[in-house]
């Protein structure tokens, strides 16, 4: 069974970062790409960035780039989001995924003073 668990989200102060975690059993974690979706509460899914199954090729939102940093950990099942210079509007629930069909519960973000 698939199971993807995020942790690392909380509350911070404009400017601040945060470091999400996503640790994934279930499936050959090392076998496939793996990305990061955030939801804000009314709106749709954003998609923010993606990484290949080694870990060398990233993609990300082009909104997001200069921002967030994604990386992998395959020796530990980890995928991370490094998120820096957080401002207001990256408040949401953030969501590692696995294809379209595989979500985690999710970990909340708030960005407030």
């Known amino acids: 069974e698939v199971q993807l668990v995020e942790s690392g989200g909380g509350l911070v102060q404009p400017g601040g970062s945060l470091r999400l975690s996503c640790v994934a059993s279930?499936?050959?974690?090392?076998?496939?790409?793996m990305a990061w979706v955030r939801q804000v509460p009314g709106k749709g899914l954003e998609w923010i960035a993606s990484?290949?199954?080694?870990?060398?090729?990233?993609f990300y939102a082009e909104s997001k780039k200069d921002q967030f940093t994604i990386s992998r950990d395959n020796d530990k099942n980890l995928l991370h989001l490094q998120m820096n210079h957080l401002k207001s509007e990256d408040t949401a629930m953030y969501y590692c995924?696995?294809?379209?069909?595989?979500w985690g519960q999710g970990t909340q973000v708030t960005i407030s003073s």
């Open positions: 279930g499936f050959s974690f090392d076998d496939y790409g």
């Open positions: 990484i290949n199954w080694a870990g060398n090729i990233t």
């Open positions: 995924t696995l294809g379209i069909n595989f």
